[in-house]
Nanobody
């Protein structure tokens, strides 16, 4: 099985930056893609960004140019650098590992953008 542990959330002012980290443990395969999703109150969970083991990325239009996803395969860790944060980025951010038809999720970390 796979366990995902996120860290790095918190409260930040508009225009500020945060960096989220997600460490995966257990059996990690070369086919595994990792990424971040978020869910704001009253809204559905949505994709933020994903990255394959080879480094191919997919970024949501709403965060493109502000957020960057990266991955350290040696540490089985994925990062989300979030810059120029906006109040609408406020949400619980979930780490995801996708393997074929399987999805593993972290417990989520709260990001609040407010003055």
């Amino acid at each position: 099985q796979v366990q995902l542990v996120e860290s790095g959330g918190g409260l930040v002012q508009p225009g500020g930056s945060l960096r989220l980290s997600c460490a995966a443990s257990g059996i990690i395969l070369s086919i595994d893609a990792m990424g971040w999703y978020r869910q704001a109150p009253g809204k559905q969970r949505e994709l933020v960004a994903t990255i394959t083991r080879g480094g191919s990325t997919n970024i949501a239009d709403s965060v493109a140019g502000r957020f960057t996803i990266s991955r350290d395969n040696a540490k089985n860790t994925v990062y989300l650098q979030m810059n120029s944060l906006k109040p609408e980025d406020t949400a619980v951010y979930y780490c995801n590992l996708h393997r074929g038809s399987l999805d593993y999720w972290g417990q989520g970390t709260q990001v609040t953008v407010s003055s």
